[in-house]
């Protein structure tokens, strides 16, 4: 049984910085990408953050130069550090896996996605 749990939300004022992780047990990282989504209310999920099994990443042009992904696959943790978070970042935070591989265009799609963890909330203030 695939289980994702995510950590490591928090309130914080702009231009802070907070670091995710999202450790997985019954699944394997390196085998396919694994990606970071968010989500605020009444709002469909946004695709944040992905690293394929290369270890090749992918943005959102929203974080582009403020987020990065990355993993430590002897931990099976993936972890998104967030820079000069701004109150737009506010959102609940899920990381996600898929059940096989997908294709690059999909990468930031949460219809390839099967796995998901219970999401960490993200709150920064102005």
């Known amino acids: 049984q695939v289980q994702l749990a995510e950590s490591g939300g928090g309130s914080v004022q702009a231009g802070g910085s907070l670091r995710l992780s999202c450790v997985a047990s019954?699944?394997?990282?390196?085998?396919?990408?694994v990606a970071w989504f968010r989500q605020t209310h009444g709002k469909e999920r946004e695709g944040v953050a992905v690293?394929?099994?290369?270890?090749?990443?992918s943005y959102a042009d929203s974080v582009k130069g403020r987020f990065t992904i990355s993993q430590d696959k002897a931990k099976k943790t993936m972890y998104l550090q967030m820079n000069n978070l701004k109150p737009d970042d506010t959102a609940m935070y899920y990381c996600a896996a898929p059940a096989g591989s997908i294709p690059p265009f999909g990468y930031l799609m949460d219809y390839e996605y099967e796995y998901w963890g219970q999401g960490t909330q993200v709150t920064v203030s102005s």
């Open positions: 690293i394929d099994s290369a270890g090749s990443t």
């Open positions: 019954g699944y394997i990282f390196s085998r396919f990408c």
